[in-house]
């Protein structure tokens, strides 16, 4: 069974970066990486997603989407997913998550298709 544990958050100023790291041990490392993120009193968010199989990478197509801001990568020889983080907002203060595992086609982007977890790091952005 494969643990994930989440590195690199912390308090960043608006318009900052910061770099989320995911290591993945005990398993096997094929497996979608996908990165999520929870805001108080929110549901948890989908932000993006890379395949092992075809190397596809997905991000978030939501209203407040992250994409063209985060940049979501991975390193199979290092067993780690990464997540960069750039021009940070308030509003993308919340605990981000990792998760693992073999999605169906199609549910990337949804929390209950991933059975594997870390346990989250807090990202906060002042204004």
């Known amino acids: 069974q494969v643990q994930l544990a989440e590195s690199g958050g912390g308090l960043v100023q608006a318009g900052g970066s910061l770099r989320l790291s995911c290591a993945a041990s005990?398993?096997?490392?094929?497996?979608?990486m996908g990165w999520f993120r929870q805001a108080p009193g929110k549901e948890r968010e989908f932000i993006a997603a890379?395949?092992?199989?075809?190397?596809?990478?997905?991000?978030?197509n939501s209203a407040d989407s992250v994409k063209g801001r985060f940049t979501i990568s991975r390193d199979n020889a290092k067993n780690t997913v990464y997540l960069q983080m750039n021009s940070l907002k308030p509003e993308d203060t919340a605990v981000y998550y990792c998760?693992?595992?073999?999605?169906?086609?199609?549910?990337?982007?949804?929390?209950?298709?991933?059975?594997?977890w870390g346990q989250g790091t807090q990202v906060t952005v002042s204004s």
């Open positions: 998760a693992a595992d073999q999605p169906p086609v199609g549910s990337y982007n949804r929390p209950a298709a991933y059975d594997y």
């Open positions: 005990g398993g096997t490392f094929r497996y979608t």
């Open positions: 890379s395949t092992w199989s075809s190397g596809s990478i997905y991000y978030s």
